[in-house]
């Protein structure tokens, strides 16, 4: 059986998870460098945050991996593992929003685009595919990015988010429905 770079990629994982849960820094280190890029990527998608924020959530989502390592049972591959706790620490973040709500809205954040900001600039007209999804409410952007990026089906989306399938699907709807016309205002 040839040997692919996915199960050369996993069977150094192992290596490495088996060292760090023995308490190896250095190999927690590397698979904070093999994993960090997906990591911080799905974190962002979901909550929107880019910069300082999506990194300060992506140390969070290692520092609970650190500590849970002792436990991995090796059921999964660790990158699959590692991405679960990622979305979770995601979703938490959504969850703790919810309590938060003083602050500025995704929404409003997209309102503002076109118009001049405190020093006289006028923000970019032009946005991807990426500014177009952190910009959608949180619900909305969290069941996209799990069902569409993530491959979730929408009966876990509803028991991860606390909603039923149906909300799920609305919100699904309501996401691309937002995101098109977000992304047609561009052209």
């Known amino acids: 059986m040839p040997d692919t770079a996915a199960s050369i ?4 994982d192992r290596a490495l998870v088996a060292a760090a849960a023995a308490g190896g820094v250095a190999a927690f280190e590397a698979l904070y460098r093999r994993h960090a890029g997906r990591v911080q990527g799905v974190i962002a998608r979901l909550v929107g945050y880019h910069g300082a924020r999506a990194e300060d959530l992506t140390q969070e989502a290692f520092v609970r991996a650190w500590q849970a390592l002792p436990n991995f049972r090796f059921e999964s591959a660790f990158g699959t593992w590692l991405h679960r706790l990622a979305v979770n620490t995601a979703l938490m973040e959504l969850r703790g929003r919810r309590s938060r709500p003083f602050e500025d809205s995704d929404e409003d ?3 503002l685009i076109g118009s001049a900001d405190s020093a006289g600039h006028v923000m970019a007209l032009s946005m991807d595919l990426e500014r177009a999804v952190a910009t959608l409410p949180p619900r909305a952007r ?24 149906g909300s799920s699907k609305a919100q699904l709807h309501r996401a691309r429905s937002l995101l098109r016309s977000r992304l047609g205002e561009q052209a």
């Open 9 to 12: 990629e996993v069977d150094d």
């Open 109 to 111: 954040a997209f309102e």
């Open 142 to 165: 969290a069941v996209l990015v799990l069902y569409d990026v993530e491959g979730w089906k929408h009966e876990e989306i509803a028991a991860e988010l606390g909603m039923a399938v």
